[in-house]
């Protein structure tokens, strides 16, 4: 879905990526007995996202609206209510197929973290190394990271690469591919057209953790998100 600023003139579009959707729900927390699903939370942020960047002119792309996967999905794409894994890989890539049809300048793909330790919290962002456009995925990555530590006070986890992520691999054809496939590089048969821009993946807090989940749930907690990305997506394009 794309919406253009209030201004005639439209100088550069960023994609908004809300990660997840429909049956997959992402990570699953807690804040005072409610359950937290980072579907929810990263949607209304990246809503929140692209109205703050509307005002300040730019064109937005949100890779969706509403709870829903980004691609079609079929009957057999679902077995006992979840996603199969080549549905979810299908999903990925026609997320990266949105970004690049709607010519963006920059992709923010919104996430939350989870972990076994409650006590584990904190921000991190992630950017593909591979691509020939690395070192201003790395700037936008760098920007972001910096904006959310200082607006949330959240312990600084740093920026990775994807190949410094960790991630269960979604289909056999995948286990070599060692990239997120929204952000990484061409692998023929399995990201035939990769996203053509830069981008980063943000984990703002974690949802295990019940004191970062009541911040992300709560809507001056979504607000304050949605601002220090707006403010690292713009700093970023400031210097593009």
């Keep these: 879905m794309s919406f253009a600023p209030p201004q005639v003139q439209v100088a550069k579009t960023v994609f908004i990526d809300p990660g997840h959707g429909g049956l997959d729900p992402g ?20 809503t929140r996202l692209a109205g703050l960047l509307q005002e300040d002119g730019y064109r937005v792309v949100l890779s969706r609206t509403s709870d829903t996967s980004v691609t079609r999905m079929a009957t057999a794409d679902s077995v006992s209510g979840a996603l199969t894994a080549s549905a979810v890989h299908r999903d990925l890539l ?14 923010l793909s919104i996430h939350f973290d989870a972990f076994g330790d409650p006590t584990v919290g904190g921000t991190e962002t992630f950017y593909d190394g591979a691509r020939s456009f690395a070192s201003d995925s790395k700037r936008l990555a760098s920007d972001v990271q910096r904006a959310l530590v200082s607006a949330l006070g959240t312990t ?44 980063a993946l943000v984990e703002p807090l974690f949802l295990t953790n019940e004191a970062e989940a009541r911040l992300a749930s709560s809507e001056s907690g979504q607000q304050r998100i949605a601002a220090a990305l707006k403010d690292g997506l713009e700093r970023y394009l400031a210097g593009t």
């Excluded at 990570?27 to 990246?46: Q, R």
């Excluded at 026609?94 to 992709?107: D, H, I, K, V």
């Design 27 to 46: 990570v699953v927390g807690e804040s005072g007995g409610k359950t937290v699903l980072e579907k929810d939370v990263a949607l209304t942020v990246g």
């Design 156 to 199: 600084d986890r740093g920026i990775w690469t994807d190949e410094e992520l960790v991630a269960p691999t979604l289909t056999s054809s995948g286990s070599t591919y060692g990239h997120l496939i929204e952000l990484g590089p061409s692998e023929p048969g399995y990201v035939d057209e990769p996203s053509a821009m830069p981008g």
């Design 94 to 107: 026609t997320r990266a197929a949105c970004a690049n049809a709607a010519g963006a300048s920059a992709l």
